[in-house]
Structures are given as structure tokens and as C-alpha cells.
């Protein structure tokens, strides 16, 4: 690397290595659940950043659910991913080469340009880690937009508040798992649903009063159960990860002035058809509830003091990063992908692509409740 000047008088860094590296590219738009064939793995050669990018050596991506439906190209919140260009996913990584001095060289930083081993990137689109004494993984998780999600849709959303009792669907995902803890911080009783006896137990592990295997009957029934072993006769918040039997069961219990949140409806998104909605919507105003959607971009403004909380939260070891790694670098991008449409991944489906990737700046085991595959 070497110095140059600029016409401002500005040092700038620049490097005219170029260096090889694989990335996804879409090739169709998905119909039903996503195929090996609608992706390829290619091998390419990634260059100098021009001026206002960096190049970044990508340490870990994380793959979200909002994914399939800009693969598809269904109507979203979000932009559908081009045919015949690299996907985006949320990852950190570290600054390489730079031509822009706001992003220095060897900066922590969090960006879009995943599914890829290096990425060229603009610098405005680079965000410069706070708390880069946590592990990588950390901000992609508890510090990323799972974890932001969750401390949104329960602190700005839910509004959970000491007495409450909380149920959370898909629990032991990213964003549930955090939920349940969030919601244990602020005195509420919490029901937890999964998809099977190893992640009930984690649940309760993360402090759930009752959990149950939505697999083990009609959740109407399980829901009822739970609440019974709780010593409640309703819910005071429901947290929607999954929509159809989920939602129709929360409403069912819901009490007066209860707060339903509309995070997400995994029990949708991989569908053919339209999927029928709740029979019992009617119930919303005999319980005069409310029930809210949201989406992170509307509460950005909240970053800073999220942040905080929860870095604070993270190093007392009152909220456990709860994620899933696959190993194999970038090749097991597409397998994570769909582990964590398929409910196999635990909490936070993560893919290591570094030599150091989850783990640089040794990040602390004891916290993780973390799966490999």
C-alpha cells in the first residue's frame, strides 16, 4: 500500500493488488422453496477500490429470512436481487485496501456486500463497528438486526413491562431467542414456542417459564396448556414470528388491551398460494388489543441507544447470543440459507468466511449457546 496525494491535499490509500476470491450470484427467481439451481458459486478476481470504496475482506455473513423474497422477487420492503449479479446479505469484515480516509484501512465494518469472500464497497455504505471488543458475530446477531428487531418490537412496539405475560412464536430463532430474554430483563412471564425438544429446552435454558414443540398438536391446545402451567388465563403480549396457527391461537387468548406485534410470517413465505389468515380477527376489538407491524427502517433513530443497552446487556451476560454456524466458508452460504428457511439452524444462522471469521477479537464461548454444522 502506499500514499498518494489528491487535489484537496488529502492522503489517500490505495493498493494495486488485486486479490481472488468466490461469490453467489442469483441465476432465477425461486418458485416454491429455493434450489441449488437458482444460485451459482463463481470464482472472481476483486481489484483496487476506486475512489469512495473500500475493498473488505469479509470475516462472517449472516443469512435473514427478508431474503427469499427479494430472490423471488416478490413485492417487499425491499428491492428484488438482480438475475445474474451477487446477492447482499448483512456481514462484517475487515477494510483492506481504502480510497476514502473516512474508512480506513483495517476498520471493523458492517455492510451489505455478504454472499462474497471480498467486496468492493462504498464507503457510505460501510458503518465502522462500536463495540469492536465484541466478536464479529455479535454484530450481526444481538448488535445486528436480529437483535435490534427484537429490542424494537419489545421495548418500542410491545412496550413489555414488568407483570406481562409474553408469548413468542419461533422462539428459538435470531430474533425470538432474543425476545425471550429481553422479556425476562423486564419482570414479564414468557411462552415460548419452538420446533423441537432440543430448542424447548434451550428456551427454558433462556429463562421461558413454559415452552412447548409446536409439532406436538394443535397450538391452540399447546398455547392453552402453557398458560395453565404459567397460572395465567391470558396473554398480555404475543410476538408474531410465524402468522396462520400461531397468530389465530394468540388471538384466541389474548386479553383486554393486549399488544400483538407483526415481526414475521415464516409459515408463509416459502408458500405457492395465498395462505388463508386468522378466523378470529374479530376478537382484536372485543379485546380492544392492538396489533402492530413494524419495520426496522422506521426506527433507526433508536440505533445509538440500542446499541448501548445492549452492549451493556451482552458483557454482563444478561442476554446469550444464541446462533448457528456453517462451516465451509462461502461454499456453505446456500446451505445456511436454506437450514434457516427449513428451521434447522438454532437462533442466528451465521457463515464464517474468514481464517478468523466468527471469532476475531476472541469472542467470549461461555456466552454463545452456538451449534456447529
Not at 433513530?301 to 448501548?308: K, N, P, Q, T, V
Not at 444478561?318 to 446462533?323: L, Q, S, T
Not at 439452524?345 to 452456538?370: I, Y
Request: aromatic share 6%; charged share 25%; hydrophobic share 45%.
Amino acid at each position: 500500500m502506499e500514499m498518494n496525494g489528491n487535489d484537496t491535499g488529502r492522503a489517500t490509500l490505495t493498493t494495486a493488488t488485486v486479490v481472488a476470491g468466490r461469490e453467489w450470484l442469483l441465476r432465477s427467481r425461486p418458485k416454491g422453496r429455493p434450489k441449488a439451481g437458482d444460485v451459482e458459486l463463481v470464482d472472481v478476481v476483486v481489484g483496487a477500490p476506486d475512489a469512495g470504496h473500500v475493498r473488505v475482506e469479509n470475516l462472517v455473513m449472516s443469512v435473514e429470512p427478508y431474503m427469499r423474497g427479494r430472490m423471488g422477487g416478490e413485492a417487499t420492503y425491499a428491492e428484488p436481487y438482480p438475475i445474474g449479479e451477487p446477492m447482499l446479505a448483512p456481514t462484517v469484515g475487515r477494510v483492506t485496501a481504502s480510497a476514502d480516509e473516512s474508512v480506513p484501512v483495517g476498520a471493523l465494518v458492517l455492510h451489505e456486500r455478504g454472499w462474497r469472500e471480498h467486496a468492493l464497497v462504498p464507503a457510505s455504505e460501510c458503518r465502522i463497528v462500536a463495540h469492536d471488543d465484541l466478536p464479529p458475530v455479535a454484530h450481526l446477531g444481538l448488535l445486528g438486526i436480529p437483535g435490534m428487531t427484537a429490542w424494537v418490537g419489545a421495548e418500542r412496539i410491545a412496550r413489555i413491562e414488568k407483570g406481562d405475560v409474553v408469548f413468542v412464536s419461533s422462539a428459538a430463532g435470531a430474533v425470538g431467542s432474543t425476545v425471550v430474554q429481553i422479556a425476562k430483563l423486564r419482570g414479564a412471564t414468557v411462552i415460548a414456542s419452538a420446533g423441537s425438544a432440543e430448542k424447548v429446552a434451550l428456551m427454558k435454558d433462556l429463562g421461558a417459564d413454559a415452552a412447548f414443540d409446536y409439532h406436538d398438536g394443535r397450538v391452540t391446545n399447546l398455547l392453552r396448556d402453557a398458560l395453565a402451567e404459567v397460572g395465567a388465563s391470558g396473554l398480555d403480549v404475543y410476538f408474531d414470528n410465524v402468522g396462520g396457527d400461531h397468530l389465530e391461537a394468540a388471538i384466541r387468548v389474548i386479553n383486554d388491551h393486549a399488544r400483538i406485534v407483526l415481526c414475521g410470517m415464516i409459515s408463509v413465505y416459502n408458500a405457492d398460494a395465498p395462505q388463508p389468515g386468522p378466523s378470529n380477527l374479530i376478537k382484536i376489538i372485543w379485546r380492544r388489543a392492538r396489533m402492530e407491524g413494524f419495520l426496522l427502517r422506521d426506527h433507526l433513530d433508536a440505533r445509538d441507544e440500542f446499541e448501548a443497552q445492549m452492549a451493556t446487556w451482552i458483557r454482563m451476560g444478561a442476554v446469550r447470543p444464541v446462533h448457528t454456524e456453517f462451516a465451509g466458508g462461502v461454499a456453505a452460504a446456500w446451505d445456511a440459507f436454506l437450514g434457516m428457511l427449513d428451521g434447522t439452524a438454532t437462533g442466528k444462522a451465521v457463515v464464517p468466511l474468514g481464517a478468523h471469521g466468527a471469532r476475531e477479537h476472541g469472542g467470549n464461548d461461555s456466552l454463545d449457546k452456538e451449534t456447529q454444522r
